[in-house]
């Protein structure tokens, strides 16, 4: 049997590293390998790469380099925001912190994790498009409000938060608060497409991360506004504005400055819409489906679709198996499949079709989306139960 030519539609999970990436980091691992922390010129120069890279994030969410925080990627800046202020902050003993149950794991699970160190947590649900309504969240803010986390952009059905309308609440909120609302936001899935600018959003921490803009894995930045109450996880050295010690991973940091530098959101975003658009146009002339969420505030990349009589977890091994690899939602580190907790939040029964994610990117063509969407079509005539098909 000949192999088919594989294609990848799961640029959410993560993105190929850019070779222009990739060329300004290959010194920092060899000749240029200073610690940025010596004092000497191998160390110096390392500092100063550094510098460079946070003089970009910094520029693109339109903030002071000082508040740049680089960190493992969006995980641990997630945990960092999370996990401490609520207990840096000073102004109540009982904090009570909301997010919104759209959130990615790294997110609810922390909130789980607070709960248990006794720490009041509400979740905001959303509604049945994907959104979440602003008056819900108002509803949850109580005079112990510490912190509110909502995602800019999901990772499952892409759908788009309206962070600068929350933003703007509660900073108007906060004018007449005793205790100061602070405003985070996850930004992984939004930075390639979306608004950044952190004074437009009206927020006060951001969590980014390298790999989903094309940069490496295991680098990304917290943006901390001044004079937010937040502090290290771990005990260590100064670095990082003594938020984030351990030697700095310098050709990481380098390429995620590089990746930012290349981010053209215009030109990506026409790009994979018209990708979307093709696929969807190609799929709409032979098969009948749902696509879950909004489709107008949603990421331009983003497709989760399910299709009647057919399970997602099927459809996401037969297509594995035809070389086209997408996603159930979330990558999740065991691989396993389980119930989304994004569509349980949005009222999607267990026993209705569970849809599949595809994701388009930059390096996709026109081709590879077309082939993918028959590979696809017929799949599903393959496998569709009420055929009697199974298998
Ligand atoms: N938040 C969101 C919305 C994500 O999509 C991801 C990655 O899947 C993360 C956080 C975790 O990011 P990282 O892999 O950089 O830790």
Redesign the pocket.
Known sequence: MTQKTPIYLDF??TTPLDPEVFSAMEPFFTESFGNASSAHAFGQKARRAIDSARVIVAKHLGVKPREIVFTS????S?NIILQTLPKTQTTTESPHVIISALE?H?VLNTAKFLEETGVNVDYVNPASNGIVNLEEIEKLITKDTVLISI?YAN?EIGTIQPIREIGKRIQKLNETRENKIYFHT?A??ALQYLEMNADYLHVDAI?L?A??IYGPKGT?ALYVRSGTPVKSLMHGGSQEYELRPGTQNVPGIVGFGKAIELLQPEKDKIHVKELRDVFLETLNAGTEFTITGSMEHRLPNNLHISFIGVKGENLLIALDIEGVAISLG??CASGAMEASHVLEALGIQETEPTGIRITFGRTSTLEEVREAASRLYNTIERLDSKKGKVV
């Open positions: 959410a999970a990627g969006a995980t641990e997630n990615h790294c995602m990772n996850d992984a899935q969590s991360s790999h989903k990304g979330a990558a």
